[in-house]
């Protein structure tokens, strides 16, 4: 085995066949996973011997990615013309002026925009600047998108400082949170000792499923000259897998704290701007009933809830269905507005529940408190 590290790069290992002496596999270690392609069917082509078949995988067959190549040419005459970037088409789009303005919704801290492929929708797709462009297989049948393949998705840069440490973080409009902190960056300066949190819960849902952190309030989030006070601030538990087990990265800043600016990206300049808007400076509140909900069948479904929790003093438990909201049923109320409900409401408030579990149903409030 040979273990190499390009300058300015990460480091790999490439294994060698005793038997024949040439690569049999490359073990990389990304910000996700650790990727070994397998290398074969070697054949003389120039002089040299090149792998012409390789299998590159993650650990999980269904999504291996095999090329198969079919010819190669050393060192041949190659035209300038092919490295040029193609030409660019304008025939199927337009934009009026320098400009375009976007209507788009603004729930639960997620920006969605309506989305058209050949005149055939709309279906309402997450702006989001730090993950993949991903279409259920609903939205892929309403737009008349073919569909084929696998590829496996998951769901989590600029500088900053979190309470004086540096690191780099990535700006994520897809994020509903403010603050996440991946756990390398959390474990190797003592995070969680330092914000001693005081309870964990289910902090974010994705492609990949729930996102566990420990809640707390940082001090101060520093981007550029600018200073956030008091973010909420989840420090993932992310085991091995995922974006917020990332080492390459700090931590992600997610709408919650973005939507205090109004952010404009300059992709061309590599550059953010942040301006402030009527939201600067409000404290942002963590759920104030202590649990999570998604939506199910007939009304949002428990998925978790924090012990010593307002939900759990009322008696709410992982499972139960949530039928309506001070009178208002799941189907006159989005998930959003639910959450908002939990959430934004002065502490003391008390919120009406209509709670299903198993055949039985039955009416509870509970009563909303500052958890962070």
């Known amino acids: ?7 300015g790069g990460r480091a790999f290992e490439m294994w060698i066949d005793a038997r024949t002496w040439l690569a049999d596999r490359i073990v990389e270690k990304t910000t996700r996973d650790i990727f070994t392609t397998f290398l074969s069917d070697y054949r003389a082509v120039g002089g040299v011997k090149l792998p012409f078949h390789s299998r590159s995988t993650n650990g999980e067959p269904k999504y291996d990615t095999v090329v198969q190549v079919e010819s190669v040419e050393v060192n041949p005459e ?22 375009a303005v976007v209507p788009f919704q603004f729930l639960n801290n997620h920006l969605y925009v309506d989305l058209y492929v050949d005149g055939k929708g709309p279906v309402p797709v997450i702006f989001d600047t730090g993950g ?3 279409l259920t297989p609903e939205a892929a049948k309403t737009l008349g998108i073919q569909v084929e393949g696998r590829l496996q998705g998951r769901g989590v840069g600029e500088e900053g400082k979190i309470d004086g440490i540096p690191g780099r973080f990535s700006i994520d409009t897809g994020s509903r949170t403010s603050l996440d902190l991946h756990r390398p960056f959390a474990e190797k300066h003592g995070l969680k000792e330092r914000y001693a949190p005081k309870f964990e819960a289910v902090t974010g849902w994705g492609v990949g499923g729930s996102v566990k952190s420990a809640v707390a309030r940082a001090g101060v989030l520093e981007l550029g000259g600018i200073r956030i006070e008091g973010p909420v601030t989840h420090l993932s538990l992310a085991a091995q897998k995922g974006a917020f087990n990332d080492a390459h990265l700090a931590g992600n800043v997610g709408s919650g704290l973005l939507r205090q600016f109004t952010v404009t990206f ?17 404290r942002e509140a963590f759920d104030r009933s202590g649990m999570w909900l998604n939506l199910g069948d007939g009304g949002y479904e428990i998925k978790d809830v924090v012990p010593g929790s307002p939900a759990a003093a009322a008696g709410l438990k992982v499972g139960d269905t949530i039928l309506s909201l001070d009178g208002k049923g799941a189907r006159d109320l989005s998930l959003s507005e639910a959450r908002r409900r939990l959430r934004e409401p002065a502490p003391g408030t008390p919120v009406r529940l209509s709670v299903k579990s198993g055949e039985s149903t039955r009416e509870v409030t509970v009563v909303l408190r500052d958890l962070v």
């Open 132 to 134: 993949m462009n991903v």
């Open 266 to 282: 300059d992709y061309a300049g590599q550059v953010m701007y942040l301006e402030p808007n009527a939201a600067r400076g409000t």
């Open 1 to 7: 085995m040979v273990r190499i590290h390009p300058e």
């Open 78 to 99: 190659i035209q300038e013309a092919r490295f040029a970037p193609p030409a660019s088409r304008s025939d199927d789009f337009a934009m009026n002026g320098s400009s």
